[in-house]
């Protein structure tokens, strides 16, 4: 079974500052997604990155970026030019490309600060 | 046009009574979930269906049984409601094996 883990219940930063929130996952899978989804007070689930496994290269989106470490099974997400928009709870997840079960982690409370 | 929907977005029930949340979803997956939310923000599957067939069965009572009409639409009937029931359903899509799930707005269950 596989299992996500999200060490950081809260955090905050500064408007225009940057983030790092932190995931790591355990799984005896070799291919595999990882996503960061989302969550703003509004309650839609939002996907914000989105990683192969099988790719070395780290996924970015305008000011999202991960690192992603294979061997370690470590998937952090980095949000620069913080946002207040960007306020929201974040979940890691992974998913097999052999399953059909999308695993969540327990999330973190972002808050960007004015 | 919204990709996937959920009705009702909100539901006020007493306990012991029976209620139904549907889903549809017109992208054209062949694949559809049911997640809770619970009142920590906890995500958990309940159930998931390919192609009008289930393939996920969690350990949920036998309370909530899932429908799937057809491969758009898939429904959550809950019987008996309990205290504990109270969270928010969410309800997503996806083609098989392709990892990116889509998400319907969630439909918050308040049992009183």
């Known amino acids: 079974a596989q299992t996500v883990t999200q060490s950081q219940p809260e955090m905050s930063v500064q408007e225009a500052e940057t983030v790092t929130l932190s995931c790591t996952y355990d799984t005896s899978e070799n291919n595999y997604y990882l996503f960061w989804y989302k969550q703003p007070p509004s309650r839609q689930m939002i996907l914000v990155i989105r990683q192969e496994a099988y790719k070395q290269q780290n996924a970015t989106e305008n000011r999202f970026s991960v690192n992603f470490q294979k061997a370690a099974k470590s998937f952090s997400l980095k949000i620069s030019d913080s946002q207040l928009g960007d306020t929201a709870m974040y979940f890691c997840a992974f998913i097999a490309t052999s399953g059909s079960r999308l695993t969540f982690g327990e999330g973190t409370q972002l808050t960007v600060n004015p | 046009d919204t990709a996937v929907s959920q009705t009702p977005k909100y539901l006020v029930t007493q306990m012991g009574n029976d209620k139904s949340i549907k889903c549809e979803q017109n992208l054209g997956h062949d694949t559809m979930y049911w997640y809770k939310q619970d009142s920590k923000k906890f995500l958990k599957i309940m159930f998931s269906?390919?192609?009008?067939?289930?393939?996920i069965n969690e350990t949920v009572p036998n309370r909530f049984s899932p429908k799937s009409p057809d491969k758009a639409h898939l429904n959550l009937h809950i019987n008996s409601l309990e205290l504990g029931d109270s969270a928010v359903y969410f309800c997503?899509?996806?083609?098989?094996?392709?990892?990116?799930?889509?998400f319907g707005e969630g439909s918050r269950l308040t049992v009183l």
């Open positions: 269906y390919n192609n009008k067939e289930l393939i």
């Open positions: 997503a899509s996806s083609l098989l094996n392709t990892g990116e799930l889509f």
